[in-house]
């Protein structure tokens, strides 16, 4: 055993690292909000909006809690509800159907891509013939999700949407910055949602999220939405809303971080490829990509034949893994009833037994990760 496999306990995601980065900047932010004492919906918020807005090429963003409600929010903007068929992925975070089935519709299950974990378009198509054929839904919209920090085959998925007159929302959740050809999800989709948990890309320090749009009356009734339906009258709520908005301690940390944001996006890209020339010439399997894509890298995810001693072996040498998503959403018990593609889902199936990531941030010294290459080599 070489002295790099020493129990050395290192952090899956090293926030720290990137917080000492960020200090001074942070501080005087959160100063500068305890000073004004406008902690709602202070001025901070606006420039953060606006900056995130520009950075992904949308006209409009709109800030809120967390990115379970930015899915949400463009749901009841266009009353999807009762007797409503939303499509999406299994394989990914429960909150991606949670959200269906709180506006009262019903998810349909949706298979992937076995190659880069992203939703399948002849899976998608096949669902929708599903639910016309079967007429008891009314197909409403589409839920694609850019898993593990990779943008979906948008080009593939884009004209099957469209052609069914579906809505379209791009859950950039784990995905945020990331673009095919250059282009940021939201050139296809009708809103691109995200989410600011700590873990995320972009994370804050506790939840946030944002649903970014070109469309000028859906910003004006997302805006609405998010604070309990307000109108123009202050005490006069025009439709049924959410109490969702972004505190402005948040906004001023995460200005700070969009800062720097497109920087941490290289690293984990130069992170990334060196994870996959490391370990090629191992039996697990390495991520796939795109051609077009920059990722985002919020996960690392390889396959491996057991992910639980591949885990139990890289644990005792002081290296932290995660397993996503073991139990897909339509194998969890408060979503069993719902329907999935008659084609079944097989690639979900199948790449649910092996999947597990490694340590991705960008703060990942080269030290730590030729321990996490040799540990993962040694398994």
């Known amino acids: 055993m070489t002295s790099r496999l020493k129990a050395v306990a290192m952090q899956f995601i090293d926030l720290h690292a990137q917080q000492a980065r960020l200090k001074a900047e942070i501080d005087a932010g959160i ?39 930015a899915i949400l929010l463009p749901l009841m903007a266009w009353g999807v509800g009762p007797g409503d068929a939303v499509f999406c992925p299994s394989f990914t975070y429960c909150a991606t159907a949670e959200v269906v089935a709180l506006a009262g519709a019903t998810p349909v299950f949706v298979d992937i891509d076995r190659d880069t974990y992203n939703m399948c378009a002849k899976s998608l198509k096949q669902a929708i013939q599903d639910v016309e054929a079967k007429g008891e839904l009314t197909p409403k919209a589409v839920i694609v999700v850019d898993l593990f920090g990779q943008c979906a085959n948008y080009d593939a998925l884009s004209p099957i949407i469209r052609e069914a007159g579906l809505h379209f929302i791009s859950d950039c959740a784990q995905g945020f910055g990331s673009t095919l050809n250059g282009k940021h999800p939201l050139a296809w989709a009708d809103v691109e949602t995200t989410s600011f948990f700590p873990a995320k890309p972009l994370g804050a320090y506790g939840d946030g999220g944002a649903t970014l749009t070109n469309d000028a009356e859906m910003d004006r009734v997302l805006r609405s939405l998010r604070m309990h339906g307000s109108g123009v009258d202050k005490y006069d709520n025009v439709r049924i809303g959410l109490n969702s908005r972004l505190d402005t301690l948040q906004a001023v940390i995460l200005l700070a971080k969009l800062g720097i944001f497109a920087d941490e996006i290289e690293a984990r890209n130069k992170i990334a490829a060196r994870y996959s020339e490391g370990l090629k010439s191992n039996t697990l399997r390495t991520p796939a990509v795109l051609d077009g894509v920059i990722s985002t890298w919020a996960q690392y ?15 005792a040498h002081g290296i932290p893994t995660a397993r996503y998503y073991p139990r897909p959403i339509h194998m969890q018990t408060a979503y069993m009833d719902y329907p999935i593609c008659s084609d079944g889902l097989p690639n979900t199936m199948a790449c649910k037994e092996h999947v597990i990531s490694l340590p991705m941030h960008g703060y990942l010294s080269e030290d730590d990760q030729d321990r996490i290459i040799e540990a993962a080599k040694a398994v």
């Open 31 to 69: 100063a500068a909000v305890l000073e004004s004492g406008q902690y709602i919906l202070g001025p901070q918020v606006t420039e953060f909006e606006n900056k995130l807005a520009a950075f992904a090429d949308a006209k409009h963003a709109v800030s809120c809690a967390n990115g379970t409600d």
């Open 301 to 315: 995810t390889v396959e491996v034949s057991d992910p639980t001693a591949f885990a139990d072996t890289l644990k």
